[in-house]
């Protein structure tokens, strides 16, 4: 509790440092590898919004706990699309035309959790970071049009991660470049949604003064991740 009232604090004064209002960002709480006994401490402590990167890691915990929004926030494959619909409220990690053109079919198909379309963020490697999944700049010009005509998707908006290294302010660039994207698209099509999810713990200060409406917390909250096996 007293970890999210933190970040909460602090994603509060750096919404009014950008001149927004101070509840303008949405805190998801990234819950990979978190036991399913602590996140019920989580959600009493009032976390609302989970995300996990794994579908197969979200499948054993979603049937345990309250219900809450879920987003999927890690790499999808395309095998695990069907399984994501069912668990997830949002994915945040569309890296492609060809995924996005199969889960709106798997959508039409089976639906979704709310009965509605199905909310998705287009994730964009705006640094041509080898490292990094997503569309280029340049792709995304090219395919937005074929995504957001998609009807049973919801295109909510962009996602990009920062680079892993040299803290918030290395990172700033990549957040400033995803918004001018996000602006420059949406003045030639509106259909695509002004959502803007940048932004973890190292850096989501800097991604909400760059106009960040979503940041992906999890060391912040539930300190550090155990060592991989």
């Not at 970890?3 to 604090?9: M, Q």
């Not at 509605?116 to 999944?133: I, R, S, T």
């Not at 994207?181 to 999810?197: K, M, T, V």
């Not at 932004?199 to 409406?213: K, L, Q």
Request: proline letters at 5%; glycine letters at 10%; a negative charge.
């Amino acid at each position: 509790a007293a970890a999210r009232a933190e970040v909460l604090e602090r994603m509060a004064e750096a919404c009014v440092r950008s001149g927004r209002a101070p509840d303008a960002a949405v805190l998801v709480a990234i819950s990979k590898t978190v036991p399913v006994a602590r996140l019920r401490l989580a959600l009493a402590a009032g976390h609302d919004t989970l995300g996990e990167n794994r579908v197969q890691e979200a499948a054993a915990k979603i049937p345990q706990l309250a219900p809450v929004t879920w987003h999927l926030v890690g790499h999808l494959q395309k095998n695990k699309a069907a399984k994501a619909i069912e668990l997830f409220d949002a994915i945040e990690s569309v890296d492609s035309a060809a995924l996005a053109t199969r889960l709106d079919r798997l959508v039409g198909e089976r639906g979704t959790r709310t009965g509605g379309p199905l909310p998705v963020y287009l994730q964009v490697n705006v640094d041509a970071d080898p490292a990094k999944a997503g569309f280029t700049p340049d792709e995304l010009e090219r395919e937005l049009a074929g995504v957001l005509a998609l009807p049973n998707l919801e295109v909510a908006g962009l996602m990009t991660v920062g680079f892993f290294t040299g803290g918030g302010e290395a990172a700033r660039p990549t957040f400033a470049r995803l918004r001018e994207l996000s602006e420059r698209l949406r003045a030639a099509d509106d259909r695509l949604g002004a959502g803007l999810s940048m932004g973890m713990t190292d850096d989501f200060e800097v991604a909400i003064e760059e106009g960040s409406t979503l940041v992906r917390v999890g060391r912040a909250l539930f300190g550090e991740r155990p060592a991989p096996a």
